[in-house]
Every structure is written in C-alpha cells, then in structure tokens.
C-alpha cells in the first residue's frame, strides 16, 4: 500500500515536470529536489534492502556527474541534467538500459515532432501551453522524453513496479 502512495507521488511528480517543461521549458528545481528527497522516505518504508538502496545512490550519482558534464557542454538543460540523476534514483542500476533507450528515441521523435510543428505553425497561433516549445531557436522539452524512459523501466524498480502492474 505505502509502495503505492510513494511511486503515485512519483508519478504524478514526473508528470508535472513533462507538463511545465512542455508550457515554460524549464523543469523546477524544487521539483527535482523533491524527487531526489522523497526516495529518502520511501527507501525506510519500502526496504528493499540496503545492497539495492546503495546502487539507486551510485546509479544517480554517476548519472548527476556524467549530466553536469553534458550540461557544460550544452548538450542539455540544467533541469534536464538534475530530472535524470532523480528518476535513475527511483530506477536504479538494474535497467538503466531501458531506461535511455526510451529516452533517447523518444527524445529523437520529440525532437522531430518540435521541428516539423515549428515550421508549421505560426508562433503566433501556437496554443497557450506550447508557446515557448514552438517558439524557433527554442530548446526541446526533453523532460518528456526523460519521463517516457522512466514510465518505460519502472517495472524492474522495486519501488515503481507494483504501482503500474
């Protein structure tokens, strides 16, 4: 049950996150810090055992240098570069795989859809809470993307499966 309430909490936290970076292009960093706190409590309650709770932390630190790194290089955005090493929090080592092949080829189709619907339509008539992603010289909201590869490997998560099965 309490399983239930955290990766709902979870869940409807990466949500918000496609959804504002969508609207604005910008993930919180009050939504990321929240992910990255919450797993604290879940861990006590979920116990899945230290040696398991260990490899989320080392999975999500590795992630968070490697994305620091990408984020100098202006490969991504900053709150792209914290949303990962919070959702890999959650995932874990176990199928980090799953995890950025659906990250990145759902990030490569967003990232057409971006191009095509830019040439399209007239900024001006975009709708409301696609303004700024329809903007041209605009970034792509990638924290879909991101949020798709955690929907995508959650099931092998000790701490996401039981909520989606």
Known sequence: MIENVFAGAFFALCIYAALKDIA???IPNWLNATLAIMFIPAALFIMPGWETIG???LAAVITFAICV???MLGVFGG???????????WIGASDLTTFFIWMTMSGAALAIV???SRRVIAPEGAP???FETL???NGVPYGVAIIIGAIAASPSS???SNFLS
């Open 158 to 160: 000790p701490f996401l």
């Open 55 to 57: 490899w989320h932390v």
């Open 135 to 137: 903007q041209k010289g």
């Open 79 to 89: 709150g792209d570069a914290k949303l990962i090493p919070a959702v890999i929090l």
């Open 69 to 71: 790194g990408l984020f």
């Open 128 to 130: 409301s809470f696609a």
């Open 114 to 116: 971006v191009y095509f």
């Open 24 to 26: 604005t292009l910008t």
